[in-house]
């Protein structure tokens, strides 16, 4: 049981190129979260996904598409990268959309050039 | 506007006194609320709830408190030790927003042996 598992861990980019942040979860867990944390800050929501099929913006989605490709996957998509979008990424997911826990993925580190 | 404050950014306390970290909320309809603890290179971790029909939740060395009037919570750790040395983030949500969480910045808790 691996829980939450997200690639790369490490990723350097140039402004403009794009990019595909995985993240996959083995909990059957409905919903799925994508978060950035800037240093000195909290998570901020970039997208959800409350069940398989749904996907809703957060509180930052701009710059950014995800897809929910089945129960397990959820993908954070940079179609441009911008400088500004240099961050650590979490995925989460939780059971379902009650108040209970979410469960982090490790993060991936993006640096935006 | 931000909804979920944690005002202090670090706080550094002796091994074997008491740790307090406080959190501040503005939104009203929240009434779920939690706590993680982040290790350097590591997603969050889940520590603690409790949930707006309680004032007090305990978990051996951990409490937390709320208080709703104040839109307060915090969370005591008795008595700390090195290893309680991370990152801690409160979180807040509500159930008619998708189950969604709204983070603090985060407090640095070091304890010093």
């Known amino acids: 049981n691996a829980g939450v598992t997200q690639t790369p861990k490490f990723q350097v980019l140039k402004t403009g190129q794009s990019m595909t942040l995985q993240c996959a979860q083995d909990?059957?867990?409905?919903?799925m979260y994508w978060y950035r944390q800037d240093p000195g800050m909290g998570l901020r929501l970039i997208y959800y996904s409350a069940s398989e099929g749904t996907t809703d913006k957060g509180e930052v989605p701009n710059g950014y598409n995800v897809s929910r490709l089945n129960k397990r996957e959820f993908s954070l998509r940079l179609e441009s990268a911008a400088p500004s979008q240099t961050s650590v990424y979490f995925c989460?997911?939780?059971?379902?959309?009650?108040?209970?826990?979410?469960?982090f993925g490790p993060g991936t580190r993006l640096t935006v050039l | 506007d931000q909804q979920v404050k944690q005002n202090s950014p670090s706080l550094s306390v002796q091994e074997g006194r008491i740790s307090i970290l406080n959190c501040d909320y503005t939104?009203?309809?929240?009434?779920?609320f939690l706590w993680y603890k982040k290790y350097p290179a590591e997603g969050p971790t889940f520590l603690i709830s409790i949930s707006s029909i309680k004032d007090k939740n305990e978990d051996g060395r951990f409490t937390v408190f709320l208080n709703k009037s104040a839109k307060h919570l915090s969370r005591h750790i008795v008595p700390s030790q090195p290893g309680d040395s991370a990152v801690y983030f409160c979180a807040a949500s509500d159930d008619t927003n998708a189950g969604k969480s709204t983070f603090g910045d985060g407090t640095t808790l070091t304890v010093k042996p």
């Open positions: 939104n009203s309809m929240f009434d779920y």
């Open positions: 909990m059957n867990h409905n919903s």
């Open positions: 989460a997911s939780k059971p379902g959309q009650s108040t209970d826990t979410q469960y």
